[in-house]
């Protein structure tokens, strides 16, 4: 860990940085880099260009690169010295649509600070993370005393389809001793957080079918079963009377002892009074090692077109988070089998890939670097210790990171907060916690040029 000394020059270092810093951050907000949206290639093209250019001003190396006609990823380098660790820095510069502009309290592309957060789409998720490297960079004055190569990716938001031909084609570029990944969430406000394992995710659609055709429901409703109730009654068996997943064969674990209140489980997810939280044992277990399954789309007829017709076919999307531990194609299969195995009324079921798939992942948080992430998070968190969390949902790279580099410590960090709103309307970066994020990571870099990485 850092002198005294080191860590108050670095505190200082990064207060000073921060208007700078802050001020490119809010450049990248303003540029709408959404990657679902072909209509906005330029802007991501754009966001790539300009997200190269800040650290090409800090003396790196820079690079825009692709593979498989994927979207522009940026990659800045900064050699070791002779017999320091390289360290990857990581984050993305594509963000997602911004939804309904009219349920903004301010315009997604134009940075807005109100009370304390800075709010804008991007803001958080995941350009404070490009911004944070920068801190930290520009906090060791642009020379940090570690080798860094910094990897913005530009199209984490779609599922990063061409990343595992990115990290084949580019290992050698890419290759360090320390993965710092900055696309996760602190446990709260002003207490930080450290993720060692994540959900996978796959999905299906599912179609019943009943009938060849719509038939009157006066002439043969009461005899002849429609495809909506058919699909309905099959959707049920997917969990039993308590909510727990109902699928034979999936993995279930435990997760770490975390004092989750179901209070403030129920405030962040915005549940409605009166509604139970379903599934049994602890919330956590519940939330980041056992099995969720959701219906995340319907495609039937729409209220506005309905008339009296039994109608004879109807589909659904199912979305599977698998449990750290179990993969997604036995995942899926068991899915399948559970779907086909469980038709109501003979109806005829047919069962396809929905296109998401995400490994799930468990990072091993031991060692020297693990142990230097912790000092440096007590340190900028004034003392408070990080807490060791699963994440519900799934970051499907990390498991591509793992598989290309087996060798590496993995860090998983990030600048989000329960009340970050990411992905959703007025999304925003808590002012206060990015500082201490930035001041983290710069104490990290200056621990790590005292420590040799050992595989995990």
Same mark, same amino acid.
């Given at each position: 860990m850092s002198s005294p000394q080191s860590v108050a020059s670095l505190r200082q270092a990064v207060a000073g940085v921060l208007p700078s810093v802050r001020a490119d951050l809010e450049a990248l907000v303003r540029i709408p880099s959404v990657s679902a949206d072909p209509a906005r290639l330029e802007d991501v093209r754009r966001s790539a260009e300009a997200t190269e250019a800040l650290f090409r001003a800090e003396g790196f190396e820079t690079q825009i690169l692709s593979a498989d006609g994927g979207a522009p990823a940026v990659v800045a380098t900064k050699p070791a010295a002779e017999g320091a660790p390289t360290v990857l820095l990581y984050a993305h510069h594509d963000v997602q649509p911004e939804g309904d502009r009219a349920q903004w309290d301010s315009e997604p592309f134009e940075p807005t600070e109100r009370g304390a957060r800075l709010y804008g789409r991007g803001a958080a998720d995941d350009k404070a993370g490009i911004a944070a490297h920068l801190a930290a960079i520009r906090a060791h004055g642009g020379s940090p005393p570690v080798g860094v190569t910094v990897f913005v990716e530009g199209e984490e938001e779609v599922g990063s389809p061409t990343l595992e031909g990115f990290l084949t084609e580019h290992q050698d570029l890419l290759r360090a001793d320390v993965i710092v990944i900055a696309d996760s969430a602190n446990w709260d406000i002003g207490v930080p957080a450290l993720t060692t394992s994540l959900r996978g995710l796959v999905d299906v659609v599912v179609e019943v079918s009943t009938l060849e055709h719509g038939v009157h429901s006066g002439l043969y409703g009461g005899v002849v079963p429609d495809a909506v109730t058919a699909l309905m009654r099959l959707l049920a068996t997917l969990h039993d009377d308590e909510g727990n997943v109902a699928v034979e064969g999936l993995v279930s674990g435990r997760a770490a002892?975390?004092?989750? &209140?179901?209070?403030?489980?129920?405030?962040? #997810?915005?549940v409605l009074d009166g509604v139970r939280l379903f599934g049994s044992g602890s919330l956590v277990d519940r939330l980041w090692t056992r099995p969720a399954i959701a219906t995340i789309g319907l495609d039937t007829t729409a209220i506005a077109e309905a008339s009296n017709t039994l109608i004879p076919s109807?589909?659904?999307?199912?979305?599977?988070?698998?449990? &750290?531990?179990?993969?997604?194609? !036995? %995942?899926?299969?068991?899915?399948?089998?559970?779907?086909? %195995?469980? %038709? &109501?009324?003979?109806?005829?079921?047919?069962?396809?890939?929905?296109?998401?798939?995400?490994? @799930? !992942?468990? *990072?091993?948080?031991?060692? $020297?670097? +693990?142990?230097?992430?912790?000092?440096?998070?007590? /340190? #900028?968190?004034?003392?408070?210790? @990080?807490?060791?969390?699963? *994440?519900?949902? !799934? *970051? $499907? =790279? *990390?498991?591509?990171?793992? /598989?290309? =580099?087996?060798?590496?410590?993995?860090?998983?960090?990030?600048?989000?907060?329960?009340?970050?709103?990411? +992905?959703?309307?007025?999304?925003?970066?808590?002012? #206060?916690?990015?500082?201490?994020?930035?001041?983290?990571? %710069?104490?990290?870099?200056?621990?790590?040029?005292e420590v040799r990485p050992s595989s995990p």
């Open positions: 002892d975390v004092d989750y &209140p179901e209070d403030r489980l129920r405030a962040e #997810a915005a109807a589909r659904a999307q199912v979305s599977l988070r698998l449990a &750290p531990g179990d993969d997604t194609e !036995s %995942a899926r299969r068991r899915l399948t089998e559970h779907l086909v %195995a469980n %038709a &109501p009324w003979g109806a005829r079921v047919e069962v396809t890939s929905g296109g998401s798939v995400a490994e @799930p !992942s468990v *990072i091993a948080a031991e060692g $020297p670097v +693990h142990d230097a992430a912790r000092a440096a998070f007590r /340190e #900028a968190w004034d003392g408070t210790d @990080p807490v060791d969390v699963g *994440i519900g949902g !799934s *970051i $499907p =790279f *990390i498991a591509a990171f793992q /598989e290309a =580099f087996p060798e590496a410590a993995v860090l998983v960090t990030g600048v989000e907060d329960p009340d970050t709103r990411a +992905h959703g309307v007025n999304e925003g970066l808590h002012l #206060a916690e990015f500082e201490r994020v930035c001041l983290a990571e %710069a104490l990290l870099l200056a621990s790590l040029a």
